[in-house]
């Protein structure tokens, strides 16, 4: 096990590299130049010049690449050419809304796709198990914009149950307004990685209806309901833990899209903002942090999947 751990280490160290470059490498193709939008449209060449010069702009890319992935190795992510804070400082305060609106979707995805998943297996020839079956198909279909659009205008138009938009300016200093702000967004990131999920949950428990253990505990005198439950859901439990590292991911880019729609102060309303200002160094800080969390978060899952499941050990 500590073997197989500090080789998946290893990989994620390699992993975190080569996104660096890529990160750094991609934003470098991004057409306009941050000096131009600070010099204003009536500048001349040499203020420009002169911009590029002090944002360090004009060395070569092996140079600036060093010097910022040498600050991350400090911990030091660079500081923002648009407000003059540190990149750091800015993610840990956006991530205030970030980090519960995902944590607050990845609990609606499970509790609502795995019993439902799980139903719609056990009841595959009854019209209730082919219906779960159809709606999750093409709730997975849906656009996360237009599923939020229509949460927005059912529950907080409608009904006037919940804001349609905006965060509370007190934070979570006043926490029931923030999590009334997030209970929306969460559902609509929820309900369609969830809709994925529950097809896996389906597709797996269908699998361990056909195991030989499953049929050996049904022969031995329990339901096949009962052999399913009691045999075969702990091995669903293990492909679902698998699954959820690519769930996290889901939620990560649906978080971006729905903090631009219910207009959340969160990371990923920044991110978009900042490309938008080619504010390099904070949009390479924000894509690092990211990048590193769903890495980070896989490392976990394998390591975790391998310490339950006796048959990873045993490979």
Same mark, same amino acid.
């Given at each position: 096990?500590?073997?197989?751990?500090?080789?998946?280490?290893?990989?994620?160290?390699?992993?975190?590299?080569?996104? $660096?470059?890529? !990160?750094?490498?991609?934003?470098?193709?991004?057409?306009?130049? !941050?000096? /131009?939008?600070?010099?204003?449209?009536?500048?001349?060449?040499?203020?420009?010049?002169?911009?590029?010069?002090? =944002?360090?702009?004009?060395?070569?890319? #092996?140079?600036?690449?060093?010097?910022?992935?040498?600050?991350?190795?400090? *911990?030091?992510?660079?500081?923002?050419?648009? /407000?003059?804070?540190?990149?750091?400082?800015?993610?840990?305060?956006?991530?205030?809304?970030? @980090?519960?609106?995902?944590?607050?979707?990845?609990?609606?995805?499970?509790?609502?796709?795995? %019993?439902?998943?799980?139903?719609?297996?056990?009841?595959?020839?009854?019209?209730?198990?082919?219906?779960?079956? @159809?709606?999750?198909?093409?709730?997975?279909?849906?656009?996360?914009?237009?599923?939020?659009?229509?949460?927005?205008?059912? #529950?907080?138009?409608?009904?006037?149950?919940?804001?349609?938009?905006? #965060?509370?300016?007190?934070?979570?200093?006043?926490?029931?307004?923030?999590?009334?702000?997030?209970?929306l967004p969460a559902i609509t990131i929820g309900i369609v990685? *969830?809709?994925?999920?529950?097809?896996?949950?389906? $597709?797996?428990?269908?699998?361990?209806?056909?195991?030989?253990?499953?049929?050996?505990?049904?022969?031995?005198?329990?339901?096949?309901?009962?052999?399913?439950?009691?045999? *075969?859901?702990?091995?669903?439990?293990? $492909?679902?833990? /698998?699954?959820?590292?690519?769930?996290?991911?889901?939620?990560?880019?649906?978080?971006?899209? !729905?903090?631009?729609?219910?207009? =959340? %102060?969160?990371?990923?309303?920044?991110?978009?903002?900042?490309?938008?200002?080619?504010?390099?160094?904070?949009?390479?800080?924000?894509?690092?942090?990211?990048?590193?969390?769903?890495?980070?978060?896989?490392?976990?899952?394998?390591?975790?999947?391998?310490?339950?499941? %006796?048959?990873?050990?045993?490979?």
């Amino acid at each position: 096990m500590i073997r197989y751990a500090l080789t998946r280490l290893a990989l994620l160290v390699v992993g975190l590299v080569v996104a $660096s470059v890529l !990160i750094f490498l991609a934003l470098r193709v991004l057409p306009g130049d !941050i000096a /131009t939008l600070i010099a204003g449209t009536n500048s001349t060449h040499a203020q420009i010049a002169a911009i590029r010069a002090q =944002l360090g702009l004009d060395e070569p890319l #092996f140079g600036q690449f060093a010097d910022w992935i040498g600050g991350v190795a400090r *911990g030091d992510l660079g500081t923002s050419l648009r /407000t003059g804070s540190t990149v750091a400082s800015e993610i840990a305060d956006k991530a205030q809304v970030t @980090v519960p609106l995902g944590i607050l979707a990845l609990t609606v995805a499970i509790v609502f796709s795995v %019993p439902l998943g799980v139903l719609s297996a056990m009841r595959r020839s009854r019209p209730d198990g082919t219906a779960l079956s @159809v709606g999750a198909q093409a709730l997975a279909a849906v656009p996360v914009v237009w599923a939020g659009m229509m949460l927005v205008v059912v #529950f907080a138009v409608w009904l006037g149950w919940l804001p349609a938009q905006g #965060f509370p300016r007190t934070g979570w200093q006043t926490p029931w307004l923030a999590l009334r702000a997030l209970i929306l967004p969460a559902i609509t990131i929820g309900i369609v990685e *969830g809709a994925m999920l529950m097809r896996f949950v389906r $597709s797996a428990t269908l699998q361990a209806v056909g195991q030989d253990y499953v049929r050996t505990a049904a022969a031995k005198g329990l339901t096949r309901n009962q052999a399913l439950v009691r045999h *075969g859901l702990p091995s669903v439990g293990l $492909s679902i833990i /698998t699954v959820l590292g690519l769930q996290i991911a889901g939620i990560i880019v649906g978080a971006v899209i !729905i903090e631009q729609l219910f207009s =959340l %102060p969160g990371i990923g309303r920044m991110l978009v903002s900042d490309v938008a200002a080619r504010d390099l160094p904070k949009v390479q800080g924000e894509l690092l942090v990211l990048t590193s969390f769903v890495l980070v978060v896989g490392f976990v899952v394998d390591l975790v999947h391998r310490l339950i499941d %006796p048959r990873q050990r045993e490979a």
